[in-house]
């Protein structure tokens, strides 16, 4: 079951979509290239609006594209059959914020509900169904119906049901977003099982920066339509290019500096040194000067340091370039803020 790591299992080539509205053309996306690896977990981030919806359902066709292609599998959806299509499908499963169960319907009907459309045997399906519910953690609560679940177990099902018809790729629209921190993190923690697990290659929408963080490999951010940048979410994190990406990333202290008199301010880039290396402390061993933390949002992603640090430089020039040599020295990545 696990999927080739190297291998493209979707490819986006070109692609646009344009919505007819009483009020004119809107145009949801446009020129949009990506490639999605086999085993990846791949983010898709950015502000509401800018398109992160409709590019997850134009990735299974839930929308059809105005222009470009979908490639899953090497295969372009637009030129398959309506049968081919189906199964295409069948191979991207689907979860989404407001979970979409079936309320007349008990979880185990729930989950059978994709086998059933899929022509699968009664027994089969249910034989599955219960397989997945034990995936899920809800082996107890077959028979309890939706409105008797909480958020975190309507989710979990929802999962099981789309994992009904093996899927090899999971597609998430926000599928944390209704849900309490915690929550949310057992649920990420689920999608990394079956990403680890199963090799299921996940596509995660969101507008958190703390669900990309946590499990994703890859993250694309989009902005008013357009990919603004795509990477390795420790290259993103670490410096990113993009206005929208430094505004996500970084927040208000990515565009505006303080201004604390005259001396000049500086913003240290950590960007995977180990999270357990004192830098600002040894900085100020090293050079015998204090420095002011203006601004700090840090964050360690596997044991790795991530994030930035505004400090106030002190007002004597030389006791400045200390730091500054010291940061060049130690080959510690910073920026002037002016
Ligand atoms: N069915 C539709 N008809 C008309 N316009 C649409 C339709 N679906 C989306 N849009 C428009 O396309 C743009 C992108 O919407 P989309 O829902 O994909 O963004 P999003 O990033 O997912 O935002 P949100 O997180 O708020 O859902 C928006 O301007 C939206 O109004």
Do not use: W
């Not at 990113?240 to 301010?265: D, Y």
């Amino acid at each position: 079951m696990e999927g080739n790591k190297q291998e493209p299992i979707i490819r986006l080539e070109g692609l646009g979509k344009q919505f007819s509205t009483a009020n004119g053309t809107v145009t949801a996306l446009e020129d949009i290239n990506l490639e999605i690896k086999s085993g990846e977990i791949f983010g898709i981030i950015g502000l509401s609006g800018a398109g992160k919806s409709t590019l997850v359902r134009c990735i299974n066709y839930l929308e059809v594209p105005t222009s470009g292609k979908v490639i899953f599998q090497d295969k372009n959806l637009s030129a398959m059959s309506d049968k081919q299509k189906r199964l295409a499908r069948q191979s991207m499963g689907m979860i989404f914020q407001q979970f979409n169960l079936l309320s007349q319907r008990n979880v185990l009907q729930n989950i059978c509900f994709p086998m059933e459309i899929a022509g699968t045997g009664r027994a089969e399906a249910r034989k599955r169904a219960e397989e997945l519910l034990a995936l899920v953690g809800l082996e107890d609560r077959a028979k309890a119906y939706p409105a008797q679940l909480s958020g975190g177990q309507k989710q979990r099902v929802a999962i099981a049901r789309a994992m009904a018809t093996n899927p090899r790729v999971l597609l998430c629209d926000e599928a944390t977003s209704a849900l309490d921190p915690n929550t949310t993190k057992s649920i990420l923690q689920l999608l990394k099982r079956i990403n680890r697990e199963m090799g299921v290659t996940v596509i995660v929408i969101t507008h958190e920066m703390a669900v990309i963080e946590a499990i994703c490999d890859k993250v694309a951010i989009i902005d008013h339509s357009h990919i603004a940048e795509v990477g390795k979410v420790s290259d993103i994190f670490s410096g990113p290019k993009s206005e929208i990406g430094r505004q996500l990333i970084l927040g208000e202290a990515g565009h505006t500096a303080v201004n604390f008199g005259k001396s000049g301010q500086i913003r240290i880039i950590f960007d995977g040194r180990e999270s357990s290396e004192p830098i600002i402390s040894n900085m100020v061993l090293a050079c015998k000067v204090p420095v002011n933390i203006m601004h700090a949002d840090t964050r360690d992603i596997e044991g790795k340091a991530m994030g930035q640090m505004l400090i106030q430089l002190p007002e004597d020039e030389a006791d400045a370039n200390r730091i500054r040599n010291y940061l060049k020295t130690t080959r510690v990545t910073f920026e002037e803020v002016r």
